[in-house]
């Protein structure tokens, strides 16, 4: 009960620690400098093109389903979906047949596009500013900070592959979309005692 | 002043609780050390049920009927009451910049603000740099310990739920205001917290009942905003983003 007050207040004062952090991602970023086929200016551009698309959405005046479909287009059209899929069903995917993951792939980009949708309900009338980037082994962090009618500002990182240059993570204030999600559809696996083709099924009506 | 006696209880009560903490738990704060979970996730069950019969319901009878402003007043107030606290722990972590920051921070809004009511000092760039005695605990080099739901106030960890025992103790507020108003400060506290309820509906309802683990929702949640908050959590996940099975790539 209250501890979620005492969560969402933890999750919504600001990082006070940027300056440990900052070092820390300079010592990793002087221990490995890795190939980088993209660039952490192109990374930053990425989420900058994107911030300004959801900017854009918030502030365009249209009505709410109109906004929700055009983040969830944003959101394909950033994120690198597939992989999120993959990385979401981790381990339980090992046994998995290329039909039922490609199957899981699909159900889950109609499930999380319109979960997270739904929420950017909250970003209207905010805006997103984007901070700085570094390179962190194969991918980039864009560090930025959300700026929300009627609260205090909170960090959003996105984690931006090197591979193809979207973003396959959303960190908000620490906790990471990909570890919720993994926990959630571990859980809705369990349920179905690990029966990956339910999951699939209900998949394409949650969210 | 402070009677000593009172001084002298609350130091031992201290360092009896300091070297409780000491012990236990993995050597770096990652994954999820939870050897309590078979009693934690009992505990969840009573405080969701008191979330959905008590604390959601008045918070939405609290949210429709205090506009707006009023809430935020509510919550800059009793925000504003926690800044001493912070400042105290700011010193003991031997943060004088944020002890500094916080200080003006609580004189700004305290004078400024209408003694508390208003947050200027926000919108004057002197936003709060939240602090509290888990943290202090955390920057003398105690361990976070096993994860532990705890009744009504929920998820938190062994250092926590010895930081928040240790923070309410030592606040100077609670020293300072007159036995015959702290009835009004709880009450205000009370509020604050509903008017956060409130306002964060959405988020606290879908980890809450909308997801197939609520109990391993909210442990994730709380771990991770932490972790984020105390600046430790760089660098641990490093195989995070790594695929298991090769034949994706």
Redesign the interface.
Same mark, same amino acid.
């Given at each position: 009960?209250?501890?979620?007050?005492?969560?969402?207040?933890?999750?919504n004062?600001?990082?006070?620690?940027?300056g440990?952090?900052i070092g820390?991602?300079a010592s990793?970023a002087m221990i490995s400098t890795p190939v980088q086929a993209f660039s952490t200016n192109k990374a930053e551009a990425l989420i900058g093109s994107a911030v300004d698309a959801i900017n854009s959405i918030i502030n365009s005046g249209a009505s709410e389903a109109t906004m929700l479909r055009k983040f969830e287009s944003v959101f394909t059209d950033y994120a690198d979906v597939k992989?999120i899929a993959?990385?979401v069903l !981790?381990?339980d !995917?090992?046994t998995a047949s290329a039909d039922q &993951?490609s199957a899981f792939e699909k159900a889950f980009q109609t499930y999380i596009s319109r979960k997270y949708g739904r929420?950017f309900r909250?970003f209207i009338g905010g805006r997103v500013v984007v901070n700085d980037t570094k390179a962190v082994?194969?991918?980039y962090e864009v560090t930025t900070t959300a700026h929300l009618q009627?609260? #205090?500002?909170f960090?959003v990182v996105f984690?931006v #592959?090197d591979s193809n240059g979207r973003f396959?993570?959303m960190?908000i204030?620490?906790?990471?979309l990909? &570890?919720?999600e993994r926990?959630?559809v !571990? #859980?809705?696996l369990? &349920?179905r005692r690990g029966d990956l083709d339910k999951l699939i099924a209900d998949l394409k009506t949650m969210g | 002043m402070l009677p000593i006696k009172y001084l002298k209880n609350r130091i031992s009560l201290m360092s009896a609780l300091l070297v409780l903490t000491a012990c236990g738990g993995p050597e770096v704060a990652s994954g999820i050390y939870d050897p309590f979970e078979t009693a934690n996730r009992r505990t969840h069950e009573v405080n969701r049920t008191l979330d959905r019969v008590l604390l959601r319901p008045s918070s939405g009878a609290y949210g429709k009927i205090l506009p707006e402003p009023v809430r935020n007043g509510v919550g800059n107030f009793s925000s504003n009451l926690s800044m001493p606290s912070m400042v105290l722990n700011d010193l003991l972590q031997f943060r004088i910049g944020d002890a500094i920051h916080n200080t003006a921070r609580f004189l700004v809004n305290t004078t400024l603000g209408v003694g508390g009511v208003f947050d200027v000092a926000t919108k004057g760039g002197i936003a709060s740099r939240g602090s509290d005695f888990g943290e202090t605990l955390h920057v003398w080099g105690f361990k976070e310990g096993a994860f532990v739901e705890l009744p009504i106030l929920g998820p938190s960890t062994t250092r926590d739920t010895i930081g928040g025992v240790v923070n309410f103790f030592l606040d100077p507020v609670g020293q300072i205001v007159a036995p015959k108003n702290r009835v009004a400060v709880t009450a205000v506290s009370a509020a604050s917290s509903l008017g956060d309820r409130y306002r964060f509906t959405d988020t606290i309802d879908s980890i809450l009942y909308e997801s197939a683990d609520s109990y391993a929702q909210a442990r994730l949640f709380y771990l991770e905003s932490r972790r984020f908050q105390l600046g430790i959590g760089a660098g641990e996940d490093d195989d995070l983003y790594d695929l298991y099975d090769e034949s994706y790539e």
């Open positions: 009960m209250t501890f979620m007050i005492s969560m969402t207040k933890a999750m004062s600001l990082p006070n620690r940027r440990f952090m820390c991602a990793v992989r993959q990385l !981790g381990p !995917g090992r &993951k929420r909250e082994k194969s991918y009627g609260e #205090a500002p960090s984690v #592959a396959i993570d960190k204030e620490g906790i990471s990909i &570890k919720a926990t959630e !571990g #859980a809705m369990d &349920k | -």
